[in-house]
């Protein structure tokens, strides 16, 4: 009793400041709002890309130009790509100190996987399964991104995806929408810390909205068509844990989904976001979205666009100068309301409050937290630790790794072994080109062996600038073949680093074919002749099909792109400092033509046995390939080996309103000690509308020391059960369940019960 009223007597004066204070923001918006014409309203609804150059301000004649008048004028709300104290001061001076009400800008840039540290992709991030080492990584970009002036990142990137040939699977969280919620969740909190006008927080941006990651065949920008139930399941739950997470932002998608291009979809933003969500924070278009509904054949001109896309609840334009043009025309025709201009503008007035940009518009433009923020040791060493927890051990055969120290000839083969800007990866645009730490220099940094490097072949033919370059892979020139045979034959161990150039992933980086890219295949298995004790190094941006290594490499290490600190993190994990425990966000294919491929499938009414005769050809099944993945969602070894005991259930009987608990001991039974991410998948047997035969719905990240054994313990209450029902809602249905606990999406340790 006491300690409930000592916690009341602070919980209450706190709720009141809490209130308090957003009641007091609504004010400040409302006095604001009253002041506001009707261009300066349409201006904070408008947002341009930077128009300096990176390297000194150029606002001269054309575009830039007229930006700078429309700055100046208070036609602006927000910019992005605008990076550097010097220059955010620049575009922030002329809208506080030339226009009328010096409304501060917010100052938006994709800060993916940190800024000029970069820190792993975020699908690399994913695989460590650790959210309090993914927010912290976020809190990191953060830190550096403020200090450079930036308040507001366009992400976490939320899609959830199931194909691997969509080059922006690098960006999210992989496959699994619970995975993908925690992680959401972590990044909003990660970027925005606990208070939204800290030094260090900037605004987040929940995107893309929504199930962009759908894209049909894997083409990016291509049609979305699915159904409420995997929009409602599998879609929009990692969207929902970051508005509930408070993000502050969200923005839609390049997509049309169902037949309407997200950036004018009512239903998503208005009734879903708005309304179900209680959502209070804007939502920004794609870039250019508002004009692309045109070519998308929804809108007939940019004015139709700015009609469809206001009413279909997009707050802020992103370049595509829509809504400065013909918003004042939409309302006197009557086609969009005063309330919905004024809806928008509060919303983005009220995410600048809150960042206190109004108390001080220049909080961000620091120079000397400039200089010492960026590139600081406490933001490299995070970034090292979060690259360790990224790689994902995918085979180790005959004890091939960890490496020894010494003694050892060791032959360092392949395009990206010394390669310093591919493990930046794609979005990495404030960090400096080659500026990572290469395996070559990683494995350098221990002095005990003998390194041969040879490039083997080359990867690309012209190192493409940036994003904006088609990457193009070298099909015609074997030069360097020889040389790597010859080394590996003199050779102890063979270290192959193979996979995809940086910037093969990422946005418009989708690919028909899903191997090695070039002739690295052919390296690979012409090395494979001469020496056979090879450690396989992955770097890539997406699943890759890598059947005949996994079939005749003893080691294969998912090195993902790990961004500046990639070498060092490789090198520890290959010489046993760091014991990997990463596990897959996404499956791995056998083959292109299972896409799109992942774990949570549904039975289908012929189900079949995987891999087994399954006596005839009638089932659902390819005549010429097995229907799971070679390396399955969950999946990732460990130098030492766990073992798990059979489920215990509290009980084979649930009530609705009641709870279970499951438990495992798992047992470190290896010589050393190691990380293991234990995983809870639930099966409803029969439902209103069809179940996934399995689905992640729990996770513990455990340290075990040699031999120790730790019991795990998961509750299973309604909430886990819930899903988007036939009757489309939420809700757990009485009936069979199944539950398993393991080490990765195929275990078979099973224990069933009945919710009542
Ligand atoms: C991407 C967004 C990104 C925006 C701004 C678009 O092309 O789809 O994810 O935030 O550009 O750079």
């Avoid at 990380?675 to 996770?699: C, I, M, N, W």
Wanted: with cysteine.
């Amino acid at each position: 009793m006491k300690k409930n009223t000592l916690l009341l007597a602070i919980l209450l004066p706190l709720a009141s400041i809490i209130a308090q204070s957003s009641t007091t923001i609504d004010r400040k918006v409302n006095n604001l709002l009253a002041k506001m014409t009707l261009e300066e309203k349409i201006g904070q609804m408008n947002q341009y890309n930077g128009f300096w150059n990176f390297t000194g301000p150029s606002p001269k004649g054309g575009d830039a130009a007229y930006k700078y008048q429309n700055l100046a004028s208070g036609k602006v709300g927000s910019m992005l790509n605008v990076r550097g104290v010097k220059q955010v001061k620049e575009v922030q001076k002329i809208a506080v100190e030339q226009s009328r009400l010096g409304i501060p800008l917010i100052i938006g840039f994709d800060l993916i996987h940190g800024y000029e540290t970069v820190s792993p992709i975020p699908l690399a991030e994913s695989a460590s399964w650790d959210i309090a080492a993914i927010e912290k990584s976020a809190a990191l970009g953060a830190k550096e991104a403020s200090a450079a002036g930036i308040n507001w990142t366009f992400a976490p990137m939320v899609d959830i995806t199931r194909d691997a040939r969509w080059g922006r699977v690098m960006e999210g969280a992989g496959e699994d929408p619970y995975l993908g919620s925690l992680i959401a969740a972590a990044r909003v909190r990660g970027f925005q810390g606990e208070n939204l006008d800290d030094i260090h927080s900037i605004a987040a941006c929940a995107k893309h909205f929504a199930a962009y990651g759908f894209a049909e065949g894997g083409r990016d920008y291509n049609t979305v068509d699915i159904g409420l139930n995997t929009l409602h399941n599998i879609v929009l739950p990692p969207f929902k844990a970051a508005a509930d997470a408070g993000v502050k932002t969200f923005m839609n998608s390049f997509n049309d989904l169902n037949g309407i291009p997200a950036t004018a979809d009512r239903y998503l933003q208005r009734e879903i976001l708005k309304e179900e969500w209680g959502f209070d924070g804007f939502v920004v278009s794609d870039w250019g979205s508002l004009r692309e509904m045109i070519d998308h054949g929804y809108a007939k001109d940019r004015k139709h666009a700015g009609e469809l896309a206001l009413n279909g609840g997009s707050d802020m334009d992103m370049e595509s100068y829509i809504y400065l043009d013909y918003i004042e025309t939409l309302l006197k025709e009557g086609k969009v309301s005063q309330a919905q201009i004024d809806d928008a503008v509060a919303r983005i007035l009220r995410v600048k409050f809150e960042l206190g940009l109004f108390e001080d518009p220049y909080k961000y433009c620091d120079e000397e937290r400039e200089k010492t923020v960026i590139g600081s040791k406490e933001i490299l060493d995070g970034a090292l630790d979060m690259a360790k927890k990224s790689i994902v051990l995918l085979k180790n055969e005959k004890q091939t790794l960890p490496l020894k120290k010494e003694g050892q000839k060791i032959a360092l083969i392949g395009p990206l072994a010394a390669d310093k800007n591919s493990p930046l990866g794609n979005w990495r645009i404030a960090a400096a080109d080659n500026s990572a730490v290469s395996v070559l220099e990683g494995l350098n940094a221990y002095k005990g062996n003998a390194i041969t490097h040879e490039q083997g072949v080359k990867l690309v033919n012209k190192i493409p600038a940036g994003f904006h370059e088609e990457v193009d892979i070298n099909t015609t020139d074997r030069a360097g073949m020889e040389e790597a045979v010859a080394a590996a034959k003199e050779a102890d161990v063979v270290v192959m680093v193979l996979g995809e150039y940086g910037f093969q992933s990422g946005e418009g980086r989708s690919r028909a074919h899903l191997d090695l890219p070039g002739f690295q295949q052919e390296l690979l298995e012409k090395v494979h002749a001469v020496n056979s004790n090879i450690v396989l190094v992955v770097m890539n941006g997406r699943p890759l099909v890598l059947n005949w290594a996994a079939e005749n490499i003893p080691a294969i290490v998912e090195a993902w792109h790990l961004g500046t600190q990639s070498g060092h993190a490789i090198a520890q994990v290959l010489y046993g400092d760091y014991n990997p425990s990463g596990k897959l966000p996404m499956s791995f294919p056998r083959s292109v033509g299972q896409m799109p491929l992942y774990y949570n499938q549904k039975s289908t009414g012929r189900p079949g046995a995987d891999g087994e005769d399954a006596g005839s050809v009638f089932w659902s099944h390819y005549g010429d390939e097995r229907n799971s993945a070679l390396f399955p969602f969950g999946y990732g070894l460990s130098y030492t080996s766990f073992d798990y005991s059979d489920i215990r259930l509290s009980d084979n009987k649930m009530n609705r309103d009641g709870s279970i608990t499951a438990q495992v001991d798992v047992t470190n039974s290896g010589k050393i000690d190691g990380k293991e991410v234990v995983q809870l998948y639930l099966y409803d047997h029969h439902a209103s509308a069809t179940r996934p035969t399995r689905e992640l719905k729990g996770f513990k990240l455990i340290e075990l020391k040699a031999g120790e054994t730790k019991t795990v313990e998961f509750k299973i209450d309604q909430e886990r059960l819930k899903f988007y029902n036939g009757a489309q809602k939420w809700e757990a249905e009485p009936g069979d369940f199944s539950l398993y606990i393991g080490t990765d999406s195929t275990t078979k340790r099973r224990a069933d019960f009945v919710l009542q």
